[in-house]
């Protein structure tokens, strides 16, 4: 069974910085685009940063210039750096994982389970 775990959510001040780390566990053999999402409360998801494999980024206008994603191919693992917090960007934080194979399985995309982003004074 393959799962996403984020990790390094809480509260910062407006200003700050976090750093959020997703792992795919599991047997996997590739894994194709990696991205994260965020929901505030009320709102819809939406996409906050995706890297492919070839490391190509893309971004919300929303970010550009504060957040930065990575992605560790041999750790299966994608992360986001987010500097210059603002109070907007509180919201739960969701990594996903597109076209992950495995020797014997297939997943056309997996969610992990959220970390909470707090962004206040």
């Known amino acids: 069974q393959v799962q996403l775990v984020e990790s390094g959510g809480g509260l910062v001040q407006p200003g700050g910085s976090l750093r959020l780390s997703c792992a795919a566990s599991?047997?996997?053999?590739?894994?194709?685009?990696m991205a994260w999402y965020r929901q505030a409360p009320g709102k819809q998801r939406e996409l906050v940063a995706r890297?492919?494999?070839?490391?190509?980024?893309n971004y919300a206008d929303s970010v550009k210039g504060r957040f930065a994603i990575s992605r560790d191919n041999a750790k299966n693992g994608v992360y986001l750096q987010m500097n210059s917090l603002k109070p907007e960007d509180t919201a739960v934080y969701y990594c996903?994982?597109?076209?992950?194979?495995?020797?014997?399985?297939?997943?056309?995309?997996?969610w992990g389970q959220g970390t909470q982003v707090t962004v206040s004074s």
């Open positions: 599991g047997s996997i053999s590739s894994i194709n685009a």
């Open positions: 890297i492919t494999s070839g490391d190509n980024a």
């Open positions: 996903n994982a597109e076209h992950v194979r495995l020797v014997g399985d297939y997943y056309p995309l997996l």
